[in-house]
């Protein structure tokens, strides 16, 4: 599929669903605590896109059978909501979601701490976090598309944690998946330039130990190969003539 530059008038449309997208996960983080199940953050998620007049759309991506990928601690991404898997202190849960407005997709994702969690993991977090920050400032018009990678790859390393590389970022529009693929990794190449009007899902997938991963038997869990911690932080951004505007987050 090739790169799709959004007209005006597209930008409006995955404006509003980046907007709405981000009161989902905003109604979402509001019910994390311990004693939920994962199944709980499906239903609120769902709940509130369809209250938005937005449909969810991971609901039967390829055969996905939820609204919300819930992933639980060494759980990466795409974990199936459950109502026997409830949360506990200590734990981390990332919260991927995404909606479709007038037809334009919008894709987020948040990791949450559930009650106390350590400081080490807390660190997984905010560097996860940090390391998006890290790459959207080559999320410009004029610069390469694996300057992003190779930025999230550089602050990544230097905490010495483990870059997913099975999974990466995406264009996205009218279809939740488009081109480009946006690794998280460096490159040998410097990838295409960056020009106004792409919108790109890009999406740190950080392990606290090895980067490696494996699926489980529900063949959709991704796991850390090493059963550690695991974060993912992800925003759907427009490429502009300045700086990059996050569509589904307004700080
Ligand atoms: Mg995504």
Redesign the pocket.
């Known amino acids: 599929m090739a790169v799709t530059i959004k007209s005006a008038k597209e930008i409006e449309l995955m404006r509003e669903a980046g907007r709405l997208l981000e009161i989902v996960h905003d109604e979402m983080g509001k019910i994390i605590r311990p004693g939920i199940s994962t199944m709980d953050i499906n239903e609120c998620g769902d709940r509130v896109i369809r209250e938005l007049g937005c449909k969810p759309n991971f609901l039967n991506y390829g055969g996905f059978p939820a609204s919300i990928c819930v992933s639980v601690n060494e759980e990466v991404v795409h974990g199936i909501p459950k109502k026997e898997r409830i949360l506990k202190d200590g734990d981390v849960v990332s919260l991927?979601a995404?909606l479709i407005y007038q037809g334009y997709h919008s894709?987020a994702?948040r990791t949450y701490a559930v009650g106390e969690i350590s400081p080490e993991v807390q660190k997984l977090l905010d560097v996860t976090k940090q390391s998006f920050f890290e790459g959207i400032k080559y999320a410009k018009a004029g610069c390469h598309l694996f300057e992003i990678s190779a930025a999230i790859d550089d602050y990544v390393s230097s905490f010495g944690y483990g870059i997913v590389q099975d999974l990466v970022?995406?264009g996205?529009g009218t279809s939740?998946?488009e081109d480009p693929q946006v690794p998280n990794f460096r490159q040998k190449r410097r990838g295409m330039k960056l020009v106004p009007g792409m919108t790109l899902?890009i999406?740190p997938m950080i392990n606290m130990g090895t980067w490696k991963v494996e699926w489980l038997d529900d063949d959709w869990t991704v796991v850390a190969a090493d059963y550690l911690p695991s974060a993912h932080y992800?925003n759907t951004v427009l490429i502009t003539d300045g700086e990059p505007e996050i569509l589904t987050l307004h700080m």
């Open positions: 991927d995404g894709d994702a970022g995406h996205i939740l998946h899902a999406e992800e």
